[in-house]
């Protein structure tokens, strides 16, 4: 599913297309009264609203798949979390033996419910959603560090759309009756062709009417919108326009700026992140945050797919979130979930899929990374 987020990169791409002419490089610096401020009040008045949450900000997680069939026992999976200072998880289902296994470890996770029948489930009915937040969220909660439930991931397909909100609000519902509402935030994974535009980041404005719908929501619960955010399907498909630098966080790549507000960006996710931003604000819900569900590059099995290029690229990404500089429209305030552990040779679809993996089955590394929080080189 990730290959489709590319069906909305065309647009993030004239971005970079147009860097000497229409946005400039790093030179300008001009920005006129009218161009300031929407953006500007928006990210101030959100930095006050997030004020003291601190390094829960600047987190970075690897996504934990399990569509493999030689993959460790989930215990084992927590424990190489835990050594190597990884301090968030994403699981795409209630997996019973992986909660058990997160008991007592203190990694972050992002809980997915399921596909598209736990999703009409969901929606159903507020009893539903009692059900499933008892059997799978105070079951575990506190000792499992639940964060955030995603229902749904990258919209589902199938006109399932329309079902996440009404799904959304009942589980919102059943972790309030609980008591549960001010720990663990309700949210969806969106992809990024929910955008009918991305370029300037600027620019960036959901496509379809229930995405506005879905974050006015968010911001009326305080939750993030969820979006998994992949530079390499960008750079796949438009390298005449794109280079590989400013794809993979390197600090030769030359910045461009956005000619609406001036903000100047020194790599493609940044961009992307912000248009995200962009889009959020023009739906009246400025105040959500976004919390990166999603990123990373493949080893193998593509245009581009290297050892090499993966290694730069999420190395790239965990500094980044590390270092707390956040995005140019939204500084100090960034979360990510690099994808994934480990590679899966379930998984459907092209041959990258099956290699995004940060580790072989065998636990053994596909390339050296490093994590922030105990330094230690995998």
Same mark, same amino acid.
């Given at each position: 599913m990730r290959i489709s987020m590319a069906l909305a990169s065309t647009g993030l791409l004239l971005l970079l297309s147009v860097a000497a002419a229409d946005m400039s490089i790093v030179s300008y610096v001009g920005r006129s009264e009218e161009e $300031?401020?929407?953006? @500007? %009040? !928006? #990210?101030?008045? =959100? #930095?006050?609203?997030?004020?003291?949450?601190?390094? /829960?900000? %600047?987190?970075?997680?690897?996504? +934990?798949?399990?569509? &493999? !069939?030689?993959?460790?026992?989930? !215990?084992e999976v927590v424990q190489m979390y835990k050594s190597l200072g990884i301090n968030g998880m994403r699981i795409y289902s209630p997996d019973r033996e992986a909660l058990d296994a997160l008991r007592n470890s203190g990694v972050g996770v992002i809980l997915d419910v399921g596909g598209i029948d736990a999703v009409s489930w969901l929606g159903d009915s507020f009893a539903n959603a009692a059900a499933w937040v008892q059997d799978n969220v105070r079951s575990y909660y506190p000792a499992v560090n639940i964060k955030y439930i995603a229902v749904g991931n990258e919209g589902l397909g199938d006109g399932a759309t329309q079902r996440i909100l009404p799904a959304m609000q009942n589980?919102?519902?059943?972790?309030a009756a609980a008591g549960l509402a001010a720990g663990i935030k309700a949210s969806t994974s969106v992809r990024y062709d929910v955008f009918a535009s991305? #370029?300037?980041? /600027?620019?960036?404005? =959901?496509?379809?009417? +229930?995405?506005?719908a879905i974050a006015q929501?968010?911001? #009326?619960?305080?939750?993030p919108l969820l979006a998994n955010v992949y530079p390499y399907f960008a750079y796949r498909d438009h390298p005449e326009y794109i280079s590989l630098d400013f794809a993979t966080f390197q600090p030769t790549a030359t910045p461009v700026v956005d000619r609406n507000n001036?903000?100047?960006?020194?790599?493609? =996710?940044?961009? *992307?992140?912000?248009?995200?931003?962009?889009?959020?604000?023009?739906?009246g819900a400025g105040s959500v945050r976004v919390v990166v569900s999603e990123s990373g590059w493949p080893s193998a099995g593509g245009f581009a797919a290297t050892m090499d290029n993966a290694r730069r690229y999420n190395q790239g990404l965990v500094d980044h979130v590390a270092q &707390?500089?956040? $995005?140019? %429209? %939204?500084?100090? @305030?960034?979360?990510?979930?690099?994808?994934? *552990?480990?590679?899966e040779n379930q998984k459907t679809g092209d041959a990258i899929e099956r290699n995004f993996g940060l580790f072989y089955p065998n636990k053994s590394p596909v390339y050296p990374i490093t994590f922030p929080n105990l330094h230690l080189e995998i």
């Open positions: $300031t401020p929407d953006h @500007q %009040r !928006s #990210s101030n008045n =959100f #930095s006050n609203a997030v004020a003291g949450e601190g390094d /829960s900000l %600047r987190f970075v997680g690897v996504c +934990y798949g399990t569509l &493999g !069939s030689d993959l460790p026992p989930r !215990s589980v919102n519902a059943a972790l991305t #370029s300037p980041p /600027s620019a960036g404005v =959901f496509a379809y009417p +229930y995405m506005t929501y968010l911001a #009326s619960t305080g939750a001036g903000l100047v960006y020194h790599n493609l =996710f940044d961009a *992307m992140v912000d248009a995200i931003h962009a889009a959020l604000e023009k739906a &707390g500089t956040g $995005t140019p %429209r %939204r500084p100090g @305030q960034l979360e990510a979930y690099v994808f994934a *552990m480990f590679n």
